[in-house]
């Protein structure tokens, strides 16, 4: 069973950078397609950015493209997301999630693909 951990969320300035941190109990994780999803309150869980490790396929969604990257440390078990730019609407929870399925070579946008969640990270962007 995979465990995860966000953390890192805070309280930023428009412009600001930004590092949120996923912390993994499986030290095989790199097998895995990894994601974070974002939500504000009365919207739905919408994609942020994913990478699919056994094929080294990442998707992002357009509105952070340049913006935002997504690594990993597998020393630490931890897959990071980097943020930079931060603008209002970057506001939300962010969630850590994980897709073990081993029949997709794409990481999905979809949430209902993903098996395992972490409890979500406040970020909020002052302007």
């Known amino acids: 069973q995979v465990q995860l951990v966000e953390s890192g969320g805070g309280l930023v300035q428009a412009g600001d950078s930004l590092s949120l941190s996923c912390a993994a109990s499986?030290?095989?994780?790199?097998?895995?397609?990894m994601a974070w999803f974002r939500q504000t309150p009365g919207k739905e869980r919408v994609f942020v950015v994913g990478?699919?490790?056994?094929?080294?396929?990442?998707a992002y969604a357009d509105s952070v493209k340049g913006r935002f990257t997504i690594d990993r440390d597998n020393a630490k078990n931890t897959v990071y997301l980097q943020m930079s730019s931060l603008k209002p609407e970057d506001t939300a929870v962010y969630y850590c999630?994980?897709?073990?399925?081993?029949?997709?070579?794409?990481?999905?946008?979809?949430?209902?693909?993903?098996?395992?969640w972490g409890q979500g990270t406040q970020v909020t962007v002052s302007s």
């Open positions: 990478m699919n490790w056994r094929t080294g396929r990442t």
């Open positions: 999630a994980a897709d073990t399925s081993l029949l997709r070579s794409f990481p999905s946008t979809a949430e209902t693909n993903y098996q395992y």
């Open positions: 499986e030290r095989t994780f790199s097998r895995y397609s």
